[in-house]
């Protein structure tokens, strides 16, 4: 092969690689996954003070524009459903290719299943996999998250997956992703307005423990060890949900872990008069998930305590972060319209019939 052909080549696949991943970015399924993950990547670098790593409960329980507007703090969710913790050191290390977070916080609810729960569904994988942008760190979490090997190559190249989304080619937002980044207006925080009712279970009294499933101990060790080599600053969370007293004692065991790593656990469910949850209002799916008025509540009370322990500077006022204010005013208006039409369902008895999901 001469000189002249070897570069043609080189080109050709160059031009090819950039094809396929720009046409796998924009044909990947919308939704808010989707919609968080290219929020985060398009975030200018160094402007994000605060990460929360975990499943479910983070981007409804959370709002990060209340945050900013409130505190001055700029948080964002790196998170999915029924996020497995095999995926938390990669997401670590995903966050510090454009960012330096001053905290990190990981929701822990997930580290108290057992990994044949967590694996039974592909898209607990792909929930992570699959809207991580391509690179070496990619490829990393599919080998940690995806034992049979035979299977990986539809992980790495996930526009096996969705070749048949390719109408969705048209629409603007998809194509707005065609490098996987693209602000999101709420930075990555969902709010609902449905209710679903129920009763607070009281285990704060409960000191018992229980060793939490295998896997996910060893994960749990991994992230630790992880951020004591770093010297990565972190806080460990449990949000507010129904408790179970095999679950409780699943935390006390993982609290010791946690503490003897000098890190702090933070049970919220210890905390609810003081964060103000009123369970017949509160949540939008059965004690799962908060709503729009719970997650308000939910987001002062731990930003409270997060700017009370930890040196977070409050950043109001910089005019680098005008997205940031149009963000707040944009939560305000839609937590206004969501609050009254959860009292209105609340007085029809309109309750939501959803289950709850982790």
Same mark, same amino acid.
């Not at 696949?13 to 094809?19: A, K, R, S, T």
């Not at 605060?50 to 409804?60: E, Q």
């Not at 997401?91 to 609810?109: A, C, H, I």
């Given at each position: 092969?001469?000189? %002249? ?5 080189? +080109?050709?696949?160059? +031009? #090819?690689?950039?094809?396929? &991943? ?30 929360? +790593? ?47 977070? !001053? ?14 729960? &967590? ?6 994988? =792909? ?14 979490? /599919? ?8 299977? =990986?190559?539809?992980? @790495?190249?996930? +526009?096996?997956?969705?070749? !048949? ?5 048209? *629409? ?6 065609? =490098? ?7 930075? $990555? ?14 285990? !704060? ?22 951020? %004591? ?23 006390? @065991? ?21 964060? $103000? *949850? ?8 059965? $004690? ?13 009370? &731990?930003?409270? @305590? /997060?700017?009370?322990?930890?040196? &977070?500077?409050? %950043? ?28 209105? =369902? /609340?007085?029809?008895?309109? #309750? ?7």
């Amino acid at each position: 092969m001469t000189v %002249k052909q070897a570069v043609k080549s080189a +080109i050709f696949i160059i +031009i #090819f690689i950039y094809i396929l &991943l720009t046409v796998t970015y924009i044909i990947r399924t919308n939704g808010d996954v989707k919609d968080r993950f290219t929020g985060f990547y398009a975030e200018p670098k160094g402007t994000i003070d605060m990460v929360m +790593i975990g499943s479910s409960p983070v981007y409804p329980y959370y709002a990060t524009p209340q945050m900013w507007g409130e505190y001055g703090v700029t948080a964002y969710p790196i998170s999915s459903n029924l996020q497995r913790p095999v995926a938390g050191v990669y997401m670590v290390d995903e966050v510090r290719k454009t960012q330096s977070p !001053s905290l990190y916080v990981f929701e822990m609810r997930m580290y108290t299943a057992s990994e044949t729960d &967590l694996t039974n569904n592909m898209a607990y994988t =792909r929930g992570v996999t699959d809207n991580m942008k391509y690179s070496w760190n990619r490829i990393k979490t /599919i080998n940690a998250m995806v034992e049979e090997t035979s299977e =990986r190559y539809t992980y @790495y190249f996930d +526009i096996f997956k969705y070749h !048949s989304n390719w109408k969705t080619m048209v *629409l603007p937002k998809q194509l707005a992703c065609f =490098r996987y980044e693209f602000l999101d207006g709420q930075k $990555g925080y969902v709010m609902t307005d449905e209710v679903g009712p129920c009763e607070a279970v009281d285990t !704060s009294a409960i000191t018992g423990k229980t060793q939490m499933p295998g896997e996910q101990e060893k994960h749990l060790y991994e992230l630790l060890d992880y951020l %004591k080599e770093e010297k990565l600053q972190a806080l460990f969370i449990l949000s507010p949900t129904v408790m179970e007293e095999e679950k409780q004692m699943m935390y006390n @065991y993982m609290t010791d872990i946690i503490e003897s790593y000098g890190y702090e656990f933070l049970n919220m469910n210890d905390y609810y008069e003081e964060i $103000g *949850l009123d369970f017949t209002s509160d949540f939008s799916d059965y $004690g799962g998930h908060t709503n729009a008025l719970g997650a308000k509540k939910c987001t002062s009370f &731990l930003t409270d @305590y /997060i700017t009370s322990n930890y040196s &977070l500077k409050d %950043k109001r006022g910089d005019e680098r972060y005008s997205k940031w204010d149009a963000a707040y005013e944009q939560w305000k208006s839609s937590y206004e319209e969501a609050a009254q039409t959860i009292t209105e =369902r /609340i007085a029809n008895g309109d #309750f939501a019939e959803v289950t709850a999901e982790e």
